[in-house]
Structures are given as C-alpha cells and as structure tokens.
C-alpha cells in the first residue's frame, strides 16, 4: 500500500523545504518510486515493441517457394530447388563474383590533411587506387592442380575436395538444423603473380612516382548458403540483421 500511494499520489511543485523532515522524505520517496515507475513502463514499451515486430517479421518469413537453399540475396542470385549433391554444386560452385587486382600509391605527409593515416611507421595519404577485373580469366580447377593440367571446368565437383565433398552429400542428406550453413571457400590460385606485382611497381616507378606502392589480389570469396525455411529466413533477413 505504501508503494501504490508514492506511485499515485502527487509530489508538489517543488520537493523539500516544506518545513516538515517527514513530510520532505516522503516527497523524495514518492519522487523515486515515481521515476522509477516510468522508466519500467519505457522498457515495457521498448520491449513489447520489438515483440511485435520481430512477430510480423517471422510471418513474413514464411514463404510457398520450391526453393531449398539459395545464397545470401544481397549479394548473389544463386539458388536451387533440390537437394541433390549435383544440383547444389552446379548451382553454387560458380566461379567467384569479385576477382580484382588492386593497385594503390600513398604519399608520405607531414600534416594531418583531412585523409591522412597512420600506416606502417608514418603518416600517408592516398595519391591513386585503382582496380582491374580479373573474372574474364577465372576457371575452376583442383586446389592441387597444377597450372599446366587441364582439367574438366564444367564439371560440378571441380575444385572440391573429397572429404568435403563427402561432408556436402552427409549435410544434404541428414541435416535437419533449420539454421545451418553451408560457407563454401572459393581460393583464388594465381602463380607467379608476384612478378606482374614487381612491374607494376616498376612501371610506376618510371613514371616519377616516389611513394609507397601497394598492389594485391583478391585471394578467397565466401558464399554463404541458407536454407529456405521460416526459421531460417527469419533469422539470417533483414529485420535481425
């Protein structure tokens, strides 16, 4: 009964010098049993708001599609409507979607300009950066393949071990964890690149460039592939993301 009239009853204009010891403690209790109060009720709110949402968010999830495993939309296209080992490597064991070659200058500066870093043992900023596509000239192949074998590109098994090979068709056929993921690791292979990397360098130096080179390749893209159930899509969507 004592906490239901500090919360209900009033404190005043002002809190304390009312010239009674008594009467200033109970407005002050009143006023932090009050506070208190309001700042459950925010959390309530708060809380029952993301309830709410994260409800609407799990219907929407549901959907009717054939569509048993697909990869991470904001990225890739790439989808299958079977289980099989042959479709779901046909359909995701492309060639990788982001292959470059990146080239980039800095400049060694004394003041801190609006894009100057700490890198290495100084400060720089960056004079040019630019990128080559390298996708015209990927071509799956096997991790132990030599670059003088030739080897059948079309193929779904390409470039896949065969222990993992073994995991893939285990996973397809008994994995029953709505929320599992399949990551596959594609490992860009090019040797002797280090050579173009050193004219690169060499070129550039020709041309009066005194800075700091920096050249690299893209070395591994990750795809990630879901399973299409409401749990699944709930968790890895937008809403939680």
């Known amino acids: 009964k004592p906490t239901l009239l500090a919360v209900a009853g009033g404190i005043g204009t002002t809190v304390g010098n009312t ?3 008594s009467l200033d403690r109970d407005l ?3 006023m932090k049993v009050q ?3 309001v700042m459950l009720l925010l959390l309530l709110v708060y809380f029952t708001t993301l309830s709410f949402s994260a409800c609407l968010a799990h219907r929407q999830a549901a959907n009717t599609s054939r569509i048993k495993y697909y990869a991470d939309p904001r990225i890739y296209v790439n989808s299958v409507d079977q289980a099989s080992d042959d479709t779901f490597l046909e359909a995701f064991n492309q060639e990788p979607k982001q292959v470059q070659l990146r080239v980039s200058g800095y400049l060694p500066v004394t003041n801190h300009l609006p894009n ?3 890198w290495r043992d100084g400060l720089y900023t960056m004079s040019f950066s630019f990128s080559l596509d390298l996708l015209p000239w990927i ?3 096997s991790p132990r393949q030599s670059s003088n074998e030739e080897t059948d590109g079309s193929s ?3 470039g896949l071990e065969r222990e993992d090979l073994e995991r893939l068709r285990h996973f397809l056929a008994n994995d029953t964890n709505d929320l599992a993921i399949i990551a596959l690791h594609k490992h860009i292979r090019w040797e002797n ?3 173009l990397a050193m004219n690169i360098k060499h070129q550039i130096r020709q041309r009066g460039f005194q800075g700091v080179i920096h050249v690299d390749c893209t070395q591994e893209e990750v795809m990630s592939v879901y399973k299409n159930t409401q749990w699944a899509n709930f968790m890895h969507g937008k809403t939680l993301k």
């Open 116 to 118: 100057a870093f700490f």
């Open 35 to 37: 506070d208190l109060m």
């Open 193 to 195: 690149w280090e050579e």
């Open 19 to 21: 010239g009674s010891i």
């Open 28 to 30: 002050i209790r009143r």
């Open 139 to 141: 071509a799956r192949g």
């Open 156 to 158: 779904p098994e390409v």
